[in-house]
Structures are given as structure tokens and as C-alpha cells.
């Protein structure tokens, strides 16, 4: 079973990187860590279940904004204002109607160093402008760091 561990492990973070992204998440030269399988499995899956959480989630309401486990993804409060108004205004400027992801697509996660990682997400929703029936989309960049054995969302300043 140890040799399965790694091979799947690589297949996640390929598997990861594929389909209707920007590019590759870019590194500053001389860095860039390849973590153990554990490491690769436990910071996605924290990851995936913090973007799963935001579909089909209105970012423009209190219901979201409230929501605690939400919230456990951040070192503090001020954190997770400034990266919940971030994220609520960029999904307004690529158009989201409702202020709602349909789909939340985790594309890329690529480790800095062994305590800093960069997540790459895709939103996808509805196009709120007029005559316009299809989808808009929206892809950004998170930090994320591990801080006292838990991987925290670093939001940048607004």
C-alpha cells in the first residue's frame, strides 16, 4: 500500500491542474516543496471542503457571511472580512447573478514552501447582465499557510 500512496498523490495534484485555467500557479525561483501524500491529501481536502462550502452560496448575504464553519478557516475575524468582501466584490465585477457560484472547481494547489501553498479556484454562475443567458467565471488566487498544525486562508489586503 505505500507505494499507492505517492503514485495517487501525483495523479490528484495532475488531475488538479488540468482544464480552463489561467496557467500554472507562478513560484518564485527557488522555491517550491513537494509534500508527503498525507500532507498533499489532508491540505486538499481542508481546501476543497472550504470552496465546496461557497457553491451555490450567495456571497451577498447574511446567511453566508454568518456562517461559522465558514469562518473556521481563518486565524481571525478581520481575516475573514477582508477576504469574504474581496470575494463578494470580484464576484460582482465578473457579473455573478445573484451574487451566486453555481459550481465551485478547486484547479491547482501547488506548496511554496512547507508552511505557505497557493490554491487556485474557478467560479462558475450565471451572468446577471441583460441578454446574456450564458455563464460567467471567475478564477483567483488564495494563500493559504499552516500555522500551528491547521492550514489557514491568508486573504491579501484589500
Known amino acids: 500500500m505505500r507505494g499507492r500512496a505517492p503514485a495517487a498523490a501525483c495523479l490528484l495534484v495532475l488531475w488538479l491542474g488540468c482544464g480552463g485555467s489561467i496557467g500554472p500557479i507562478p513560484l ?15 491540505f486538499y481536502s481542508r481546501a476543497d471542503a472550504f470552496y465546496q462550502r461557497l457553491a451555490k452560496r450567495r456571497m451577498n448575504a447574511l446567511e453566508t457571511f454568518n456562517d461559522a464553519f465558514l469562518r473556521e478557516y481563518f486565524k481571525s475575524k478581520n481575516a475573514f472580512f477582508d477576504y469574504y468582501a474581496d470575494l463578494a466584490y470580484q464576484l460582482s465585477l465578473a457579473h455573478f ?17 512547507a508552511t505557505q501553498a497557493w490554491v487556485q479556484v474557478r467560479f462558475v454562475g450565471g451572468d446577471d447582465r441583460p441578454l446574456r443567458p450564458d455563464s460567467t467565471s471567475l478564477i483567483r488566487r488564495d494563500r493559504w499557510e499552516l500555522a500551528d498544525g491547521t492550514w489557514w486562508i491568508v486573504p491579501s489586503k484589500l
Do not use: I
Open 28 to 42: 518564485p525561483p527557488g522555491t517550491g516543496v513537494a509534500p508527503g501524500p498525507q500532507e498533499a491529501l489532508g
Open 97 to 113: 447573478e445573484k451574487s451566486r457560484p453555481h459550481e465551485v472547481e478547486l484547479q491547482e494547489f501547488v506548496f511554496e514552501t
